[in-house]
């Protein structure tokens, strides 16, 4: 998770994933997206990438999730593009 409060102002925190492959990818986003829902009953304003599922960007306005395969993990590298800001590691595979 990138804190990314006092950054920008769109967002407080992005959640930064990677799944195997795009069957991975789309079933990481559908998992939040349901749990986000069941447990906090936030419904995304926009998701984006979910038929490609290569970068599948999820939209809770105070939460922006991205689930990345590991090539577009590489290319488009929020981690480093973002590396000032406080992060937290939540899990790691």
């Known amino acids: ?26 079933a990481i986003a559908e998992d939040v997206a ?16 979910m038929k490609e599922g290569q970068w599948v960007l999820i939209d809770f306005v105070d939460i922006v999730v991205h689930v990345f395969d590991p090539e577009a993990r590489e290319l488009y590298r929020l981690d480093e593009l973002w590396g000032q800001v406080p992060h937290l590691d939540v899990a790691e595979a």
């Open 1 to 26: 998770m990138l804190d990314m409060r006092g950054v920008v102002d769109y967002t407080d925190w992005f959640l930064v994933m990677t799944g195997r492959n795009s069957r991975q990818v789309q």
């Open 34 to 49: 349901l749990k986000m829902k069941q447990e906090h009953g936030l419904i995304p304003i926009r998701k984006e990438g």
